[in-house]
């Protein structure tokens, strides 16, 4: 036979057959240990970060700035245990980190419980309050159910707003009376104790809902976003499943209320507006839903935009910007809006599905051309 000689294309070797691979594969069961150590040394590092970080990594502001982040970052991955792991659209998680926040500052400020007192009947009422709530709004599916779950949040936002009980302190929020909070958290210089506190409850929700995605339990809540009807042909109660996965999500969320509060040292009315919830679901859709650590980075990142881009535009560099520029900037969340925008368009599946877009391109560049022969 006469002709060129083609020559056939490289068999695959797959990766845990590649030394290199294999040992990154080993390794990769101890990254989430290593990404913990790694956070928990942060305020231990005097290293600046110009135009990231306004000051060092270990001073005050910053370990506040990541503290909130953290607490936002956990609170995303609650609330993507609704809607990206059993398909439940909710427009009124806030009110159960509304709950936290303000039912730590009344029985701590108010009441005058010692702390523990104070954000161990918190955590228990928000979980019952979700309990309530959910057994009555999952009686609804679909849309419905999201305009229940928000008009409960409306109903809580009202109250807040009007002082209900003169309790809440209305428009004005409540400030937290450090006196009855340990010396430990109280303080400029104990905001390394506060960072450390949201660490932890970022990965005690983690491992949480790690364990229930794992479980059977999760499986079947997975089932449900898939094909609820197929659950319930094989003789499981879809209603309970759900109101389990309800629950629970605003258990963690009133824990996040809990350490949202001692950080910023009061409540305010935000936290119970439907603005919060919308800003949840930009945030696991921006990470990625149903996913292990995307809600985690899209918390994480979209609570550090929020604050970087609201002092990016108040400051004198979009100030000097003409008109049509400086305006828009300036709204923190035109821009924000915009980043989600463009996120949703090039990457779907959002922060966690970079790796799989980005491996095509990765292989050709690894992959050596080869010279034709003529």
Same mark, same amino acid.
């Given at each position: 036979?006469?002709?060129?000689?083609?020559?056939?294309?490289?068999?695959?070797?797959?990766?845990?057959?590649?030394?290199?691979?294999?040992?990154?594969?080993?390794?990769?069961?101890?990254?989430?240990?290593?990404?913990?150590?790694?956070?928990?040394?942060?305020?231990?590092?005097?290293?600046?970060?110009?135009?990231?970080?306004?000051?060092?990594?270990?001073?005050?502001?910053?370990?506040?700035?990541?503290?909130?982040?953290?607490?936002?970052?956990?609170?995303?991955?609650?609330?993507?245990?609704?809607?990206?792991?059993?398909?439940?659209?909710?427009?009124?998680?806030?009110?159960?980190?509304?709950?936290?926040?303000?039912?730590?500052?009344?029985?701590?400020?108010?009441?005058?419980?010692?702390?523990?007192?104070?954000?161990?009947?918190?955590?228990?009422?928000?979980?019952?309050?979700?309990?309530?709530?959910?057994?009555?709004?999952?009686?609804?599916?679909?849309?419905?159910?999201?305009?229940?779950? $928000? !008009?409960?949040?409306? +109903?809580?936002?009202?109250? &807040?707003? #009007?002082?209900? @009980?003169?309790? *809440? /302190?209305?428009?004005?929020?409540?400030?937290?009376?450090?006196?009855?909070?340990?010396?430990?958290?109280?303080?400029?210089?104990?905001?390394?104790?506060?960072?450390?506190?949201? $660490? !932890?409850?970022?990965? +005690?929700?983690?491992?949480? &809902?790690? #364990?229930?995605? @794992?479980?059977? *339990? /999760?499986?079947?809540?997975?089932?449900?976003?898939?094909?609820?009807?197929?659950?319930?042909?094989?003789?499981?109660?879809?209603?309970?499943?759900?109101?389990?996965?309800?629950? $629970? !999500?605003?258990?963690?969320?009133?824990?996040?209320? &809990?350490?949202?509060?001692?950080?910023?040292?009061?409540?305010?009315?935000?936290?119970?507006?439907?603005?919060?919830?919308?800003?949840?679901?930009?945030?696991?859709?921006?990470?990625?839903?149903?996913?292990?650590?995307?809600?985690? $980075?899209?918390?994480?990142?979209?609570?550090?935009?929020?604050?970087?881009?609201?002092?990016?535009?108040?400051?004198?560099?979009?100030?000097?910007?003409?008109?049509?520029?400086?305006?828009?900037?300036?709204?923190?969340?035109?821009?924000?809006?915009?980043?989600?925008?463009?996120?949703?368009?090039?990457?779907?599946?959002?922060?966690?599905?970079?790796?799989?877009?980005?491996?095509?391109?990765?292989?050709?560049?690894?992959?050596?051309?080869?010279?034709?022969?003529?």
């Amino acid at each position: 036979m006469t002709g060129s000689m083609v020559e056939a294309p490289p068999a695959h070797v797959p990766d845990e057959l590649t030394p290199g691979r294999s040992r990154w594969h080993g390794l990769r069961p101890y990254l989430p240990l290593v990404a913990l150590a790694v956070a928990a040394v942060v305020p231990y590092s005097t290293v600046a970060l110009p135009g990231i970080f306004e000051g060092p990594l270990n001073s005050p502001g910053t370990l506040q700035l990541l503290a909130v982040c953290l607490v936002f970052g956990g609170l995303a991955a609650g609330y993507d245990l609704l809607f990206g792991r059993t398909g439940m659209l909710s427009f009124g998680h806030a009110l159960y980190f509304a709950a936290g926040v303000y039912g730590t500052d009344i029985l701590v400020t108010r009441a005058g419980l010692p702390l523990w007192q104070a954000a161990l009947l918190t955590i228990t009422g928000g979980t019952v309050l979700a309990a309530l709530l959910g057994a009555v709004a999952l009686r609804t599916v679909g849309i419905a159910f999201a305009m229940v779950t $928000l !008009a409960f949040a409306q +109903v809580g936002a009202i109250l &807040v707003a #009007r002082d209900f @009980g003169g309790l *809440t /302190g209305g428009e004005e929020g409540l400030p937290l009376d450090v006196s009855g909070l340990p010396a430990a958290l109280v303080g400029v210089t104990n905001t390394v104790n506060l960072y450390w506190l949201a $660490l !932890a409850y970022l990965a +005690v929700v983690v491992f949480v &809902v790690h #364990r229930v995605s @794992g479980s059977p *339990t /999760g499986r079947v809540l997975a089932g449900l976003r898939d094909d609820e009807r197929r659950i319930g042909v094989l003789g499981l109660d879809p209603y309970r499943f759900k109101l389990v996965a309800f629950t $629970l !999500a605003g258990g963690l969320a009133a824990a996040a209320g &809990v350490v949202y509060c001692l950080i910023v040292g009061g409540a305010s009315p935000h936290v119970t507006s439907s603005e919060l919830t919308l800003s949840l679901l930009v945030m696991v859709v921006l990470g990625g839903p149903g996913t292990r650590w995307g809600p985690v $980075l899209g918390g994480i990142l979209y609570m550090y935009l929020d604050h970087r881009l609201t002092a990016f535009g108040s400051s004198d560099t979009v100030d000097a910007l003409p008109e049509f520029l400086s305006r828009p900037l300036s709204q923190p969340l035109f821009v924000l809006g915009t980043v989600f925008i463009l996120a949703v368009y090039f990457f779907p599946g959002g922060l966690a599905g970079l790796k799989t877009r980005l491996t095509p391109l990765t292989r050709a560049l690894r992959t050596p051309r080869r010279p034709s022969k003529r």
